[in-house]
């Protein structure tokens, strides 16, 4: 297994522009996510996924899109990059876990390698 | 919204001395606090997790110890090695509605001195 992958390795954009981040898991999880960390606030969720069709907002979505059409994908979409998104991506999965009737419950996450995007 | 506290942001140790790391957590829901090690330029990857119903989990030279009331949890490394130096980030599950999502502390970066 490749576990989570994540392209590019580096990506420098001007202001305005727009990419995507990708991310694949070849381990069926359920569970989807992208952090940003910036030196000295650790790892901040951006948006979630629970399975193909349903995102979510995290604590710091803004600026950036989701969407999940497959288990393995989970993109990151950069509408107009702003200086502010310079930072390291990491996208992390997780299967789910029941451990009670209405709440499932992602455990250990296993993270990509990491993009470092600079935005000039 | 849930918070995670972290100390000491750094941490600079001898070869060998142990090493403790404190989180807290504002959420009295959150029943699972992870541990992960970050080196230099790679990925987080998870070095140990206890949850809320155990109150000590021991993994080699690597510990975690939850004091649910308190609303604290600590990572002890004992006999540390250079290769334990690394960025170490605490972590506690946040219930926001049906999901639970890991709300990360800032980390702490730790040195073990040869």
């Known amino acids: 297994n490749a576990g989570v992958t994540q392209t590019p390795k580096f990506q420098v954009l001007k202001t305005g522009q727009s990419m995507t981040l990708q991310c694949a898991q070849d381990m069926n999880h359920e569970y989807m996510s992208w952090y940003r960390q910036d030196p000295g606030m650790g790892l901040r969720l951006i948006h979630y996924s629970v399975g193909a069709g349903i995102t979510d907002q995290g604590e710091v979505p803004n600026g950036y899109n989701v969407s999940r059409s497959t288990t393995e994908d989970f993109p990151l979409r950069l509408l107009s990059a702003a200086p502010s998104q310079t930072s390291v991506y990491f996208c992390?999965?997780?299967?789910?876990?029941?451990?009670?009737?209405?709440?499932?419950?992602?455990?250990?996450?296993?993270f990509g390698p990491g993009t470092r995007l600079t935005v000039t | 919204g849930e918070n995670v506290e972290q100390h000491p942001s750094t941490l600079s140790v001898q070869e060998g001395d142990s090493a403790v790391i404190k989180c807290t957590y504002s959420d009295s829901a959150s029943n699972y606090f992870p541990w992960y090690k970050q080196e230099l330029g790679k990925r987080p990857q998870l070095i140990i997790d206890i949850r809320s119903n155990v109150g000590e989990k021991k993994d080699q030279r690597i510990a975690v110890t939850l004091n649910k009331t308190a609303k604290h949890f600590s990572l002890h490394i004992t006999e540390t090695q250079p290769e334990d130096s690394a960025v170490y980030f605490c972590?506690?599950?946040?219930?926001?509605?049906?999901?639970?999502?890991?709300?990360f502390g800032k980390g702490t970066k730790l040195s073990v001195k040869p």
């Open positions: 972590a506690a599950l946040y219930y926001g509605g049906s999901q639970g999502n890991l709300i």
């Open positions: 992390a999965s997780s299967p789910l876990t029941s451990p009670g009737p209405f709440t499932d419950v992602a455990y250990e996450q296993y």
